[in-house]
């Protein structure tokens, strides 16, 4: 048993090493950083603007599965807390990455 968890816990250090030489330690933990710190029902709405960057309320719910009107509310508290940016394009509002340098 104890053998399946070390050749497991391998596997997850080698993929963690290939992660940071791809992308560098700044990067890693400016992209992590924010889910030590947010509560955790906006997780699910903060990863998924991690992967689309630039998105409405329904995309966001597209992805996480809930309603837009849910997505919609987090975001906006999201970006209230900071973590996100927002601006109309048109009638529709987006959300964006607040990057931090």
Partial sequence: MSEDINVKLERIENKL?????????????EMITPFYIMPEHYRSSYGAMLTLEKADASLVAGVTGRSRAVESSHLNRLVDLGFLGKYKDGRVTMFEIRRYK
């Fill in 17 to 29: 090493d290939l992660l940071l030489d791809k992308m560098g330690l700044d990067k890693i933990m």
